[in-house]
C-alpha cells in the first residue's frame, strides 16, 4: 500500500522577538498554533494528534513542557508526542507529524516548536561544568568556528564570503514582518566592520536570540481538499544522524547532511538538485555556513558553494534563491529555527509568503540541522502534489 | 569493578518566567491575600488557574475569587524534607481543594505527624510574612474546624501585578567520567596523554570513550600518543566568558596529537595569537597543579603539510 499524500495547509508563527514578557509559553505557542489553524481554516475539534518539539529542557528549565502545553494546544484526549534532536528539531519535529499522516495514523496532525530563549540559558544548558575536563569555550560560536576556517582552507574561499551571506540574509528579513532583526540600516560595510568574535565569524554573521514559535497543520488529500488555500506537498522528508565527533568525521560536510538530502531527493524524483530545486530554506546559524551547506546539499560541488554565494545566485532575485525569510541569521528561537525553515518552504510553493515571495517556487528545500552537525533533518515540498 | 572517578557535579541557574495574563493574577492575588481561580466553559473553578480550558480548549479569562480554607482530597507524609521544600521539618504533602473551587491545589501541610492527617480533613491558608507575588507567599497550609472563610468579591484586577518571577533550579549530581576517561585522566597526573584503539577500525581515540563510536565496539589496548602535535583548525576567541579564567583575545585550537585520530580542543600560547595558523607544530606546557595541559606552545618544527592533517580537522 503507497503511503498517503501529505499537505501542510496551515502555516502560523508569531513576530519573533528578543523577548516576549508579556506571554507564557503557554501563550506563546497559542499564538503560533492559533494562526495555523486559522490559515487552514479548522478548530482545535479537527486536529488528531500534536507534535511538539523544542530545544533542551534545560534551556527554560521546565522538564517536559509539552505536559503542561497540552491545554494550550487544545491537545487534552489526543496524543501528544514530543521530538528532540537539539537545533535541528523543528524539522524533525514536522517529519514526524507528517509520518504520522503519511501512514494514515492521523487524518490531521498539528506540528509546533517553540523556544522561549529571553528565559532560557542556553549558555548553561550546553556548557555544564563537567568535572574533571578543562573549561576553554563558551557558545557556539566558537565551537562552529575552526570548522568555518577548515573550509575556508579547503575551498580556497575568499575572506568576504560570510559577510555577503550576512548582508543578503538580514536585508531578506526586511521583507519578512515575523523575522526578530529588521536593520533597516543594514550596509555590506557595517557587516565587515562588526567586531570579530571568533574569528573567522563576525558579530554581524551571528544569529540572533530569539522568542518564538512556529506551528504548521499537515493533512491527507481530503483534507488538502478542503483547505481553503493552496497546501504544499510533502514531496520528500528524510533524518540522518551520526556521532559529534568520531575519526574521520567531515565537519565540513558531514556524511548525514549528505545522505540525508540524497534520500530526500530520490523520494521527490529529483536528479539535479541545483536544476529541479527552485529555492532553499536552509539552517545558516553562522554566516559561513551558507556555501558549506550548498555543497553538503549537492546545489554545488565540493569546493564551489561559495560562488554561487558570491555570483548573487542564492539572492532573492537569483536562480536558486536560499533564506528568502532571512534565515536564522535574522531569527533564531532554537527549538522553532528548523520548523522556521520548514514552513517558509511551504509557504513559497503555496504563494504565501508576502513581500518575499518569490516568482517561480515550484519546489523548494526546508534543510535543519543540531548538535555538533550530527542531526539532519530535511524536506522539499512542491505547489503540486506527488507523482502528478 | 574498575577504578572509577567520581565528582559532585552541582548546576544552578536562577529561570526567569512569564507569567502571562491569568497566573499574573493568581501570583499577584496571593501577594494580597486573595486566592484566584479561573472558571471554564462548563461553570468549574479550577484553582490553580489555567490559561486555557482542558475540554474546549478555549482561552479562559474569567477569574473567581475562592476562600482560604478548604478540603485535603488525598496527601503524602514527607518524613525528611530537603532543600528548598515549604517547611523544614516533616510535614504532609497535600492536594487542597479550596472552598468554591472544583479542582485541587497541591502544597504543604503543617502537622505533627501522619496520625493527624487525613483525606477530608479541613485546612486553611497560613499566609507567609514577607509576600512577593509567588506560589511560596502561601508558607503552608494548617489544620482547621472553623467555619469556611468567604472570598471577599475581588474582581482579579491589581494595581501593580506582577509580570514575571524568577525560579531558582538546582541539580544535585555525582558525575562519573567512566572507566575510559578515568584512565586517561590519571595519565595526565603523569603528564602522558593516553588514548585507546579500535580493536576493528584500529583508530586511536584520545580522549578515549570505551567504545569506538563508528564500529559499536568496546576498546581496551592503551596508546600514548604526543606529545607533540599539530594545529589543524583553530579560532581566536575575542569576547570574554564568564566563569572562565582566560585573556582574550586567544586561540581555541584542533590539535591531531602525534598517533592520534581525532582531534581534541586546546589553548594555543607562546605565539601572538595572529600568528598561529593550520599546521603549526606544537607541544603541551604543563603547570603545577592543573590536571591537562595549561596550553600548547609552538615546538619551532615545520609547519606539517595540510595533506598530513586535512583528515584530522
Same mark, same amino acid.
Given at each position: 500500500?503507497?503511503?498517503?499524500?501529505?499537505?501542510?495547509v @496551515?502555516?502560523?508563527?508569531?513576530?519573533?522577538?528578543?523577548?516576549?514578557?508579556?506571554?507564557?509559553?503557554?501563550?506563546?505557542?497559542?499564538?503560533?498554533?492559533r494562526?495555523?489553524?486559522?490559515?487552514?481554516?479548522?478548530?482545535?475539534?479537527d486536529?488528531?494528534?500534536?507534535?511538539?518539539?523544542?530545544?533542551?529542557?534545560? #534551556?527554560?528549565?521546565?522538564?517536559?513542557?509539552?505536559?503542561y502545553?497540552?491545554?494550550?494546544?487544545?491537545?487534552?484526549?489526543?496524543?501528544?508526542?514530543r521530538?528532540? +534532536?537539539?537545533?535541528?528539531?523543528?524539522?524533525?519535529?514536522?517529519l514526524?507529524?507528517?509520518?504520522?499522516?503519511?501512514?494514515?495514523?492521523?487524518?490531521?496532525v498539528l506540528?509546533?516548536?517553540?523556544?522561549k530563549?529571553?528565559?532560557?540559558?542556553?549558555?548553561?544548558?550546553l556548557?555544564?561544568p563537567i568535572?574533571?575536563?578543562?573549561?576553554?569555550?563558551?557558545?557556539?560560536?566558537?565551537?562552529f568556528?575552526?570548522?568555518?576556517?577548515?573550509?575556508?582552507?579547503?575551498?580556497?574561499?575568499?575572506?568576504?564570503?560570510?559577510?555577503?551571506?550576512?548582508?543578503?540574509?538580514?536585508?531578506?528579513a526586511?521583507k519578512?514582518p515575523?523575522?526578530?532583526?529588521h536593520e533597516?540600516?543594514?550596509?555590506?560595510?557595517?557587516v565587515?566592520?562588526?567586531?570579530?568574535?571568533?574569528?573567522?565569524?563576525? !558579530?554581524?554573521?551571528?544569529?540572533p536570540?530569539?522568542?518564538g514559535?512556529?506551528?504548521?497543520?499537515? +493533512?491527507d488529500?481530503?483534507?488538502a481538499?478542503?483547505?481553503?488555500?493552496?497546501p504544499?506537498?510533502?514531496?520528500?522528508?528524510?533524518?540522518?544522524?551520526? &556521532?559529534?565527533?568520531?575519526?574521520?568525521?567531515? #565537519?565540513?560536510? &558531514?556524511?548525514?547532511?549528505?545522505?540525508?538530502a540524497?534520500?530526500?531527493?530520490r523520494?521527490?524524483?529529483?536528479?539535479?538538485?541545483?536544476?529541479?530545486?527552485?529555492?532553499?530554506?536552509? !539552517?545558516?546559524?553562522?554566516?559561513w555556513?551558507?556555501?558549506?551547506?550548498l555543497?553538503?546539499?549537492?546545489?554545488?560541488e565540493?569546493?564551489? @558553494?561559495?560562488?554561487? +554565494?558570491?555570483? @548573487?545566485a +542564492?539572492?532573492?532575485?537569483?536562480d536558486?534563491?536560499?533564506?528568502?525569510s532571512g534565515?536564522?541569521?535574522?531569527?533564531?528561537?532554537?527549538?522553532?529555527?528548523?520548523?522556521?525553515?520548514?514552513?517558509e518552504?511551504?509557504?513559497?510553493?503555496?504563494?504565501q509568503?508576502?513581500e518575499?515571495q518569490?516568482?517561480?517556487?515550484?519546489?523548494?528545500?526546508?534543510?535543519?540541522?543540531?548538535? @555538533?552537525?550530527?542531526?539532519?533533518?530535511?524536506?522539499l515540498?512542491?505547489?503540486?502534489?506527488?507523482?502528478s | 569493578?574498575?577504578? *572509577?572517578?567520581?565528582?559532585p557535579?552541582?548546576?544552578?541557574?536562577?529561570?526567569?518566567?512569564?507569567?502571562?495574563p491569568?497566573?499574573?493574577?493568581?501570583?499577584?492575588?496571593?501577594?494580597?491575600?486573595?486566592?484566584?481561580?479561573? %472558571?471554564?466553559?462548563?461553570g468549574?473553578?479550577? /484553582?490553580p488557574? /489555567?490559561?486555557?480550558?482542558?475540554?474546549t480548549?478555549?482561552e479562559?479569562?474569567?477569574? *473567581?475569587?475562592v476562600?482560604?480554607?478548604?478540603?485535603?482530597?488525598?496527601w503524602a507524609?514527607?518524613?525528611?524534607p530537603?532543600?528548598?521544600?515549604p517547611?523544614d521539618?516533616?510535614?504532609a504533602?497535600?492536594?487542597?481543594?479550596?472552598?468554591?473551587?472544583?479542582?485541587?491545589l497541591?502544597?504543604?501541610?503543617?502537622?505533627?505527624?501522619p496520625?493527624?492527617v487525613?483525606?477530608?480533613?479541613r485546612?486553611?491558608?497560613?499566609?507567609?510574612?514577607e509576600?512577593? $507575588?509567588?506560589?511560596?507567599?502561601?508558607?503552608c497550609?494548617?489544620?482547621?474546624?472553623?467555619?469556611?472563610a468567604r472570598?471577599? $468579591?475581588h474582581?482579579?484586577?491589581?494595581?501593580?501585578? /506582577?509580570s514575571?518571577?524568577? /525560579?531558582?533550579?538546582?541539580?544535585d549530581?555525582?558525575y562519573s567520567?567512566?572507566?575510559?576517561?578515568s584512565?586517561?585522566i590519571?595519565?595526565?597526573?603523569?603528564?602522558?596523554?593516553?588514548?585507546e584503539?579500535?580493536?576493528?577500525? %584500529?583508530?586511536?581515540?584520545?580522549?578515549p570513550?570505551?567504545?569506538?563510536?563508528?564500529?559499536?565496539?568496546a576498546?581496551?589496548?592503551?596508546?600514548?600518543?604526543?606529545?607533540?602535535?599539530?594545529?589543524?583548525t583553530?579560532?581566536? *576567541?575575542?569576547?570574554k566568558?564568564?566563569?572562565?579564567?582566560i585573556?582574550?583575545?586567544?586561540v581555541?585550537?584542533h590539535?591531531?596529537?602525534?598517533?592520534?585520530?581525532?582531534?581534541?580542543?586546546?589553548?594555543?600560547g607562546?605565539?601572538?595569537?595572529?600568528?598561529?595558523?593550520?599546521?603549526?607544530?606544537?607541544?603541551?606546557?604543563w603547570?603545577?597543579?592543573?590536571?591537562h595541559?595549561?596550553?600548547?606552545?609552538?615546538? $619551532?618544527?615545520?609547519d606539517?603539510?595540510?595533506?598530513?592533517?586535512?583528515?584530522?580537522?
Amino acid at each position: 500500500m503507497s503511503k498517503e499524500p501529505v499537505a501542510v495547509v @496551515g502555516i502560523g508563527q508569531t513576530r519573533h522577538v528578543a523577548a516576549r514578557r508579556d506571554v507564557s509559553i503557554a501563550g506563546l505557542v497559542r499564538e503560533a498554533a492559533r494562526r495555523a489553524l486559522d490559515d487552514a481554516a479548522l478548530t482545535w475539534a479537527d486536529v488528531d494528534a500534536v507534535v511538539i518539539g523544542k530545544a533542551p529542557d534545560f #534551556f527554560e528549565g521546565v522538564m517536559m513542557p509539552e505536559l503542561y502545553l497540552a491545554d494550550a494546544l487544545g491537545a487534552v484526549g489526543k496524543p501528544v508526542l514530543r521530538v528532540h +534532536t537539539a537545533g535541528s528539531v523543528g524539522g524533525s519535529t514536522a517529519l514526524v507529524a507528517a509520518n504520522l499522516v503519511a501512514a494514515r495514523v492521523h487524518g490531521t496532525v498539528l506540528t509546533l516548536a517553540f523556544e522561549k530563549q529571553s528565559e532560557s540559558n542556553a549558555m548553561w544548558g550546553l556548557s555544564l561544568p563537567i568535572p574533571f575536563q578543562q573549561p576553554l569555550l563558551a557558545g557556539a560560536g566558537g565551537f562552529f568556528a575552526p570548522h568555518v576556517r577548515a573550509y575556508m582552507r579547503r575551498s580556497g574561499a575568499p575572506d568576504t564570503i560570510g559577510a555577503l551571506v550576512a548582508y543578503k540574509d538580514r536585508r531578506n528579513a526586511l521583507k519578512n514582518p515575523y523575522a526578530h532583526l529588521h536593520e533597516h540600516d543594514i550596509t555590506l560595510e557595517k557587516v565587515v566592520a562588526s567586531p570579530m568574535l571568533w574569528d573567522p565569524i563576525r !558579530y554581524s554573521e551571528t544569529c540572533p536570540s530569539s522568542d518564538g514559535a512556529c506551528a504548521m497543520v499537515l +493533512t491527507d488529500r481530503a483534507g488538502a481538499a478542503r483547505a481553503p488555500r493552496p497546501p504544499a506537498w510533502v514531496l520528500g522528508g528524510a533524518m540522518r544522524s551520526e &556521532p559529534t565527533l568520531f575519526a574521520g568525521k567531515d #565537519f565540513v560536510s &558531514p556524511r548525514a547532511g549528505q545522505d540525508c538530502a540524497a534520500d530526500v531527493y530520490r523520494q521527490a524524483g529529483i536528479a539535479d538538485p541545483r536544476r529541479d530545486i527552485d529555492a532553499a530554506e536552509i !539552517y545558516v546559524p553562522f554566516s559561513w555556513y551558507e556555501p558549506m551547506w550548498l555543497e553538503n546539499l549537492g546545489f554545488a560541488e565540493e569546493g564551489e @558553494g561559495w560562488k554561487l +554565494t558570491e555570483s @548573487g545566485a +542564492t539572492g532573492l532575485d537569483g536562480d536558486l534563491p536560499v533564506n528568502m525569510s532571512g534565515g536564522v541569521l535574522s531569527t533564531n528561537p532554537i527549538g522553532a529555527s528548523g520548523m522556521i525553515r520548514f514552513a517558509e518552504a511551504a509557504l513559497q510553493v503555496r504563494g504565501q509568503a508576502g513581500e518575499h515571495q518569490l516568482d517561480r517556487a515550484r519546489r523548494v528545500l526546508g534543510h535543519a540541522y543540531g548538535g @555538533g552537525s550530527q542531526f539532519f533533518s530535511m524536506w522539499l515540498v512542491g505547489s503540486a502534489p506527488p507523482d502528478s | 569493578m574498575p577504578d *572509577v572517578l567520581s565528582a559532585p557535579l552541582v548546576v544552578e541557574f536562577p529561570f526567569t518566567r512569564s507569567l502571562g495574563p491569568v497566573q499574573s493574577a493568581f501570583l499577584t492575588g496571593l501577594r494580597e491575600r486573595v486566592l484566584l481561580g479561573v %472558571r471554564t466553559n462548563d461553570g468549574r473553578t479550577l /484553582v490553580p488557574p /489555567v490559561e486555557y480550558d482542558p475540554v474546549t480548549a478555549e482561552e479562559i479569562r474569567d477569574l *473567581v475569587e475562592v476562600a482560604p480554607t478548604g478540603t485535603v482530597t488525598t496527601w503524602a507524609w514527607n518524613h525528611a524534607p530537603r532543600r528548598g521544600q515549604p517547611l523544614d521539618t516533616p510535614f504532609a504533602w497535600v492536594l487542597v481543594r479550596l472552598d468554591g473551587a472544583d479542582t485541587a491545589l497541591l502544597h504543604a501541610l503543617d502537622a505533627p505527624g501522619p496520625d493527624a492527617v487525613h483525606t477530608g480533613m479541613r485546612v486553611r491558608v497560613r499566609w507567609a510574612a514577607e509576600r512577593s $507575588g509567588a506560589i511560596t507567599d502561601i508558607a503552608c497550609f494548617e489544620p482547621y474546624d472553623g467555619e469556611a472563610a468567604r472570598p471577599t $468579591g475581588h474582581s482579579g484586577a491589581f494595581a501593580d501585578a /506582577v509580570s514575571g518571577v524568577v /525560579v531558582p533550579a538546582r541539580l544535585d549530581y555525582t558525575y562519573s567520567p567512566g572507566r575510559a576517561q578515568s584512565d586517561y585522566i590519571r595519565a595526565l597526573a603523569e603528564r602522558r596523554t593516553v588514548g585507546e584503539r579500535c580493536p576493528s577500525c %584500529r583508530k586511536v581515540y584520545v580522549p578515549p570513550r570505551g567504545a569506538c563510536p563508528t564500529c559499536g565496539v568496546a576498546t581496551a589496548e592503551h596508546v600514548e600518543v604526543g606529545p607533540r602535535g599539530t594545529v589543524t583548525t583553530f579560532c581566536i *576567541v575575542n569576547i570574554k566568558a564568564k566563569n572562565l579564567d582566560i585573556e582574550v583575545p586567544y586561540v581555541y585550537a584542533h590539535i591531531a596529537l602525534d598517533g592520534a585520530d581525532l582531534a581534541l580542543h586546546a589553548r594555543i600560547g607562546g605565539i601572538p595569537y595572529d600568528q598561529v595558523r593550520m599546521g603549526l607544530r606544537v607541544e603541551p606546557v604543563w603547570t603545577e597543579g592543573t590536571r591537562h595541559p595549561d596550553h600548547y606552545r609552538p615546538t $619551532g618544527e615545520p609547519d606539517a603539510a595540510y595533506d598530513t592533517y586535512k583528515e584530522l580537522l
